[in-house]
């Protein structure tokens, strides 16, 4: 795992945008498409926002973009001001010139014996669209990926999953009542993620600087699910101050 540290989460989003238009740019002028993986949460907003301000001030198309989220909690349709949806079409979908047939997210609203069906699918629809080129990742305080929460094993397909008590308490913030907040949610797998050609993992702020120290100095154990990237071929991890703050005390050696 290659590490990238910034000052600021600004600077980090200004070099994360800039290397996701290369990308689009180049595919375009090749008359390509380009497939992101993206991510939801606090931590990628500045990115996003930049994106948005390239559009808009310089002209980047998304035109030719193709993008796969991680993950959707399990009871929220659209509407809801909490979904992975409504997320991204606030802050990013809404203000770039994607096309709506380009843009994937998991279902929150398949139930029961459909579940299995519309995982399935959904990563046979990331296959046939030539796997993910670029995905975006950011990480729970659990070391959850995507909404893969520590468990015995990497778990490799797209699932529902429970949420964990940690996970709850952390997002519980994002709902107006707590107490609404779905306990499961389907996530795509690690298989998927791995399978993506190239990762940017995503670590801001003090509340990240436990679980940074753990990905980046722990062991390999999907009691971590995010550790697992160390194996993967091309990811970089891009990391502000503030969460490396316990690896610069702890092991400043292992950081550039
Ligand atoms: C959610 C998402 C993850 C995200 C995590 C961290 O749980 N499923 O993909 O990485 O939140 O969120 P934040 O960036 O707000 O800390």
Known sequence: MKVETFETPQDAAKALAGEVAELIRTRAAEGRNVVLGLATGATPLPFYAELVRLHK???????????????????????????????MHTNLFNHIDMKPENINLPSGTVKGDEIAAHCAAYEQKIKDCGGIDLQILGIGRTGHI????????????????????????????????????????????LGVLMRAKRILLLLSGSGKAEITERLLCGRIVPQ??????????DVTAVIDEDALQLVRAHAPNLIP
């Open 57 to 87: 001030e310089e002209g980047l198309s998304f035109a030719n973009v193709i993008s796969f989220n991680l993950d959707e909690y399990s009871g929220l349709d659209h509407d809801h001001p909490e979904s992975y949806w409504y997320f």
């Open 146 to 189: 995507g909404f893969n929460e520590p468990a015995d094993d990497f778990p490799e397909l797209t699932h529902l999953v429970d949420l964990a008590p940690q996970t709850l308490a952390a997002n519980a913030r994002y709902f107006d009542e707590p107490d609404t907040m779905p306990r499961q949610a389907i996530t795509v797998g």
């Open 224 to 233: 971590v699910p995010a550790t697992i990237l160390r194996l993967h071929p």
